[in-house]
């Protein structure tokens, strides 16, 4: 398993340090040193793949550091803090992405006879995210999709055959719950990330939690147990990252004031804007503004 994971990684060294697209539909890498803004985002769901260095993910008050030979599976839109780290030798971090298609896991399963996809290895943790190590049937799935950058006549051919057999490794293995939680329209996870749209479409109006267990067909009280079961927040927690995340975009992106910033997610209140976003960030919107600024400028 070596020698594949350093081909992978002489592959994946043609990225950059933000999102580097390959050429096939749903994968992307990327390497270096990663500003720490670009870092701080939602989550879509997807497969990550660590080749080099190691990689910190803050969801809520829950944090795992991914090291390399390890991949992490978010089954669900998560508000996250990420931060890169180099190998211990100086080698720049690298990774390999599969962002999740539903329809693409929900036709796998359809495809599978139960024990084919069964784990032995259920996760009694529901949380919408989690890592485990690889096996080598997973890394050759993965070196043999990401060859085909060098061979982009073969990419609708074979990229939807080796999209299959990564997800069917990863069903294998620990996180094949979250996987099989994903395709299942009726499933807790499903009903969850449903919520979850509504509020990442509606981030800046005030939200009701009996609304949205409505709309994911469940009591109050199963909702927010699932909900904060599968992201570590509350809704309303939830709806507050994703306000302060946007806000930090308008000011660093579109020189918004701290003021406009706050008022345009959803704020009635500068001041608790600023004091939400010293608590999550370690700093008051207008300092830390000025020090991604700086560092940009570099």
């Known amino acids: ?5 350093l081909e992978l990684r002489s592959l994946a060294a043609k990225a950059e340090n ?8 749903r994968v992307a890498m990327i390497q270096g040193e990663i500003p720490e803004h670009m870092l701080a985002a939602v989550y879509d769901p997807m497969i990550n793949l660590i080749l080099q260095g190691s990689k910190t993910m803050t969801v809520g008050n829950r944090t795992l550091r991914y090291d390399p030979a390890t991949y992490f599976v978010m089954s669900i839109e998560l508000p996250a803090v990420g931060k890169v780290h180099p190998a211990a030798s100086g080698e720049p971090y690298l990774a390999l992405s599969l962002t999740l298609d539903p329809t693409v896991l929900s036709t796998l399963l359809t495809d599978l006879p139960t024990p084919a996809w069964h784990s032995e290895n259920e996760s009694d943790n529901n949380a919408g995210f989690s890592v485990a190590a690889v096996t080598p049937g997973l890394v050759d799935a993965w070196l043999r999709m990401l060859r085909l950058m060098g061979k982009p006549d073969e990419i609708a051919a074979l990229a939807p055959v080796y999209e299959r057999e990564i997800l069917y490794r990863v069903l ?9 939680e994903i395709a299942a329209p009726n499933a807790a996870m499903a009903r969850i990330s449903q919520a979850i749209q509504w509020i990442r479409r509606n981030f800046a109006e005030p939200i009701r939690v009996e609304t949205l267990a409505e709309k994911a067909s469940m009591s109050v009280s199963a909702f927010h147990r699932h909900f904060k079961a599968v992201t570590t927040l509350s809704p309303l927690q939830y709806q507050k990252r994703v306000r302060l995340l946007q806000a930090r975009m308008l000011m660093v992106a579109s020189a918004k004031s701290v003021t406009n910033a ?3 997610v959803g704020y009635e209140s500068a001041t608790q804007f600023s004091r939400d976003y010293s608590r999550i960030f370690g700093l008051p919107p207008a300092r830390d503004t000025a020090r991604i600024l700086g560092e940009t400028q570099r």
């Open 1 to 5: 398993m070596n020698d594949q994971l």
């Open 18 to 25: 933000h999102r580097t697209e390959t050429g096939i539909p």
């Open 172 to 180: 294998q293995g620990p996180h094949g719950w979250m996987l099989r």
């Open 262 to 264: 706050a008022f345009e």
